[in-house]
């Protein structure tokens, strides 16, 4: 795939906010500044035993390991699926021998992001199929291509849907599953004449609930590139201009991982220098 660069104040901030994570919890005036001018977009749904599953995944299970009273600390153990939650797929999920998980490198986890909102489409026909012809309406409208490079995100609005998990899977009474996506060959489109090395959406696939053959998911993984599923916070970034930090596990062998996804989303004044000094000509 294409390589991308990074503006170095993003990376930065991806950096530091991922270094502090892991550390235990402080108080707030004790939390860092972020160095970060803009705004920190949590892309990622909550983890409970009750979200929506896969039919046939694993269930998402958490239970105590070791309580204060008995051990002096406090650990859960969890078991959940690789594509459970907010996640992302990697090429070996369809693609026998393809990339897995931890051969993704730390670069190809932060990437720009292009957000197209679909949901008045969604609204109507929840199997709706994202066209090349609504994509190349889309992009006049913005008045610019999809940059190369970008991870496309279609914001459904099914991410509003997360706590229904019935509402969310769309299942009908042949176990047929139900919510919008990109169709195959658009998907296609997007690899071969955008040069996107992602796909993402607040759904729990890239491809519409009903579709069986997943067309647009084997065009992103044929092109060696990630899936990102059950987003949430779409509503909160613009079209173009936010980057993505992509958190997951490197499981060995694996296909994806469930992930922590932060959209780092510039300030109106940064996005307008940016404008400025790119241009918005197609």
Not at 208 to 236: K, Q, V, W
Request: hydrophobic share 40%; glycine share 10%.
């Amino acid at each position: 795939m294409k390589k991308r660069s990074v503006i170095p104040p993003v990376l930065t901030a991806a950096m530091l906010l991922f270094f502090t994570a892991c550390a235990s919890h402080q108080p707030a005036a004790l939390q860092p500044a972020s160095p970060f001018n803009g705004d920190i977009v949590d892309l990622t749904q909550p983890l409970t035993p009750h979200i929506p599953i896969w039919p046939g995944d694993p269930a998402f299970e958490v239970a105590p390991w070791a309580t204060y009273e008995k051990d002096q600390y406090f650990i859960n153990r969890i078991a959940v699926g690789e594509h459970s939650g907010t996640h992302w797929g990697t090429p070996n999920t369809f693609i026998k021998g393809a990339r897995s998980a931890e051969m993704f490198d730390a670069r190809e986890l932060v990437v720009p992001a292009v957000v197209i909102d679909i949901r008045q489409h969604a609204e109507k026909d929840a199997d709706h199929r994202f066209s090349i012809d609504e994509l190349k309406a889309w992009e006049k409208a913005q008045g610019k291509d999809i940059p190369p490079g970008s991870l496309v995100i279609l914001f459904t609005g099914w991410q509003d849907k997360w706590h229904d998990p019935e509402a969310f899977l769309g299942t009908d009474k042949e176990t047929t599953l139900h919510w919008p996506g990109f169709g195959a060959d658009t998907a296609q489109f997007l690899v071969t004449k955008r040069g996107v090395v992602g796909l993402g959406t607040d759904t729990h696939g890239a491809d519409p609930g009903n579709d069986t053959e997943f067309g647009a998911s084997f065009a992103m993984y044929d092109a060696d590139g990630m899936i990102l599923e059950c987003l949430t916070g779409l509503h909160r970034l613009p079209p173009f201009g936010s980057v993505l930090v992509i958190g997951g596990w490197p499981v060995k062998g694996g296909s994806g991982s469930p992930a922590r996804v932060l959209a780092f989303v510039p300030s109106a004044n940064d996005f307008m220098a940016s404008k400025d000094q790119h241009g918005m000509h197609r």
